[in-house]
């Protein structure tokens, strides 16, 4: 028996309709059913002919992909990333459309920056977002088994997310909580695990995709996605991480809804098709 506010899950459109079909017929003194579709899953509304409308309803935080940079020649990191080249030979320059911003300079704690189509687009990056994840080299350049847990991050005792933040990786280590209300959640069982967590903890807001680059296809590929917003940066890097190689996003249902020039950077966004941005 399908109930009012009841979230339930299916592996595809079709049987997503289906279900909603059924539930129309079995939840009685149903006047208006309405299915509404998010990753994995739709809700039931249920309008009663007796009382006022009533609305219940579960949100599944959307996935999204915000302010990620990619050169000319398709390259989101460059090669040889470590610790004195967190973002690869030559991958800082991806980056020279952020750093002058307002968003960024605040960040910092600097001053206030520049605003401008640039800042609009990292601000939107940053708003709404309720956790992240991230991949175990987003994190830091220790591979392999945790020798201790001296690494912390690169970015000091009050990291920029200020939300739970789920890190990808094969080895357990205990969460780590850092100032301004970050705390990194170490996770071993896989990706679509992390997102449910983060779904979890996110509290109605959405969930965003830091990197790195093998993270960010690991989602795009499985088709977990909603919102993909990715940089193009004048730069040429020749080798590195190959952000979109491989991987079809027709295919996988997006659309171009926005794309939007600055002096720094051409700014893209995808959606799914038929979804609103």
């Keep these: 028996m399908f109930r009012r506010g009841d979230v339930y899950y299916a592996e595809d459109t079709t049987t997503r309709k289906q279900q909603g079909l059924r539930a129309k017929n079995e939840i009685a003194g149903a006047k208006e059913i309405c299915c509404l579709k998010f990753t994995g899953c739709f809700v039931v509304f249920l309008k009663s002919r007796k009382k006022q409308p009533t609305y219940e309803r579960k949100i599944m935080a959307k996935l999204r992909i915000n302010c990620f940079a990619m050169s000319v020649d398709g390259f989101g990191a460059g090669p040889n990333q470590d ?38 687009f990292a601000e939107q990056g940053m708003s709404g977002i309720g956790a992240w994840i991230l991949g ?15 690494w912390k991050g690169w970015w000091g005792d009050n990291p920029p997310y200020h939300t739970p ?12 909580v850092m100032a301004g209300g970050t705390t990194f959640h170490f996770v071993t069982d896989g ?59 027709l295919e996988l249902g997006y659309k171009v809804s926005k794309h939007v020039t600055s002096q720094a950077a051409l700014h893209v966004v995808f959606t799914k098709e038929n979804a609103s941005e």
């Excluded at 952020?98 to 206030?112: A, C, E, S």
């Excluded at 175990?136 to 001296?150: A, H, Q, S």
């Excluded at 997102?195 to 993270?215: I, N, P, S």
């Design 83 to 120: 610790l004195n080249n967190p973002l690869g030979i030559g991958g800082a320059a991806l980056h020279q459309w952020f750093y002058p911003t307002r968003t960024f300079q605040k960040m910092i704690g600097k001053g206030d920056g520049e605003t401008g189509v640039d800042n609009d």
């Design 136 to 150: 175990r080299n987003m994190f830091g350049p220790i591979r392999g088994d945790w020798p201790d847990d001296k």
């Design 165 to 176: 933040v789920f890190v990808l990786t094969h080895h357990p280590r205990p969460p780590l």
């Design 191 to 249: 990706a679509e695990a992390a997102l449910r967590r983060a779904q979890e903890a996110a509290g109605g807001l959405d969930v965003r995709v830091g990197g790195g680059v093998a993270t960010v296809r690991q989602y795009l590929k499985a088709g977990l996605v909603d919102r993909i917003h990715l940089v193009v940066s004048p730069v040429l890097l020749g080798s590195g991480e190959s952000l979109l190689a491989g991987i079809n996003l």
